[in-house]
């Protein structure tokens, strides 16, 4: 194999709250879909190259 290595995208769940509407849910930190709150329809986690962009408070770290 050629050139460097890439670290890999350390993968995992989280407890998210919506801001808008506070309502809880698990993900997953490398989404590559939309994931929108159950409660508003709010976006709560974009699709990224790399990493999902959370848009939302994360509680825990499953
Ligand atoms: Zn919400």
Known sequence: MAGPSIPKTRTR???IKC?????ERKVFSASNR????KGCDEVLVYPSASRAAIQAKVIKVL
């Open 13 to 15: 769940f989280l407890e």
């Open 19 to 23: 801001i808008k509407c506070g309502k």
């Open 34 to 37: 939309e994931i929108k709150c």
